[in-house]
């Protein structure tokens, strides 16, 4: 089907994407990569009377690392990140990036597009909760920076203000002794996937000194799994501990019945790849070099 029609326009600057929405009012819609919103429109689940193209305004799609931080531009595509000297740097980035639909997805899409969208089941949301991200915003109101956690409010509802543009993305970089991995299962590669678990953590010899665990498709909103973290927290990672992690992470969960599976059969997901996460992440904490892709049925 094709979409109804609307009005387009090309922002050149992140003040002329605010002005222009902000002059064209509720019916406005920014479109950035168009891999989630142009489906949506052309399932006329949404008919906006104009798009306001942000897809070319230049210097929003830059990575940036220095020393202990990264940013990165809400245009930098998936494709590109997963490319990145971030990601080879943090291997749970290049996890989530290069997992990410197909080769035609990953090189539109981008990752503001991805936060923004409010899509409990789109990586980079549950991705960045592990890495404690902040969101750099700007709109009618001016600047503001929101923190990843409860930035999706529920399904498809961000914080975003109307007319308020995802600018940028930052986090701290892991420090010596850390390690991360990202898990996801999925019917094939241009589909989202059924469960995500993000677990990234930092070990003082055998012990754990910090975890972060998230999970994706798993509720109408990212879960950061703060039963499963404590389950992690300050111990050794014997397998008895990671097997009640696992099982506290499932009860964090509300997983619904849907055409990717049924949530009894998510639930069983979410200890599964619990239990994987949390392994490739202290053998990647302890040095080792683990490849870690998403995987399909
Ligand atoms: C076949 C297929 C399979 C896919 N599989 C996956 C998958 O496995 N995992 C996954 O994570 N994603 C998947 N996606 C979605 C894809 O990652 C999208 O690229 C992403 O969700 C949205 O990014 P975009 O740049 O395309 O945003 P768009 O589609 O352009 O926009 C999405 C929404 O966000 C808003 N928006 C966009 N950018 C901004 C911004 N900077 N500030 C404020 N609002 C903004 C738009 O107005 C719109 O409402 C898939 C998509 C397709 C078509």
């Known amino acids: 089907m094709y ?31 168009g891999q989630s919103l142009l489906p949506i429109l052309k399932l006329r689940f949404d008919e906006p009377t104009d798009l306001v193209d942000i897809g070319r305004i230049p210097g929003l799609d830059s990575i940036e ?14 494709r590109r990140i997963g490319g990145s000297a971030l990601a080879t740097s943090v291997p749970i980035v290049a996890d989530c990036a290069l997992g990410i639909a197909d080769n035609q997805v990953r090189t539109r899409g981008t990752i503001g597009g991805s936060v923004a969208s409010g899509d ?33 409010e529920s399904l498809y509802q961000t914080r975003l203000d109307q ?6 993305i930052e986090f701290n970089l892991p420090g010596p002794g850390s390690g991360g991995a990202y898990c996801a299962f999925k019917r094939c590669a241009p589909a989202f996937p059924t469960i995500s678990v993000g ?13 972060r665990v998230a999970l994706g498709s798993a509720a ?10 404590a389950e992690l927290q300050g111990g050794a990672l014997s397998t008895e501990r990671v097997a009640r992690a696992a099982d506290a992470a499932v009860a964090s969960a ?15 997901l979410i200890a599964t790849l619990t239990r994987r996460a949390v392994d490739i992440a202290q053998r990647r904490a302890r040095g080792e070099s683990v490849k870690n892709s998403h995987e399909y049925y």
């Open 3 to 33: 979409p109804a029609p609307f009005n387009y326009h090309r922002a050149r600057s992140v003040d002329q994407a605010i002005e222009l929405y902000s002059r064209l009012g509720e019916g406005a819609r920014f479109l950035a990569g």
């Open 163 to 168: 007319g308020e543009l995802v600018c940028g």
């Open 65 to 78: 690392v220095n020393n202990s931080a990264a940013r990165v531009g809400a245009l930098a595509s998936h």
């Open 220 to 229: 109408p909103a990212p879960v950061r799994s703060h039963q499963a973290e």
């Open 254 to 268: 509300d997983p619904f019945d849907d055409q990717r599976g049924s949530a009894a059969y998510k639930r069983q």
């Open 199 to 211: 677990v990234q953590l930092s070990l003082d010899g055998d012990q754990v000194k910090s975890v």
């Open 120 to 152: 409990p089941s789109c990586d980079w949301p549950v991705l960045l909760h592990t890495l404690d991200a902040r969101i750099h915003c700007r709109g009618p109101g001016g600047e503001r920076t929101l923190d990843i956690n409860g930035f999706v």
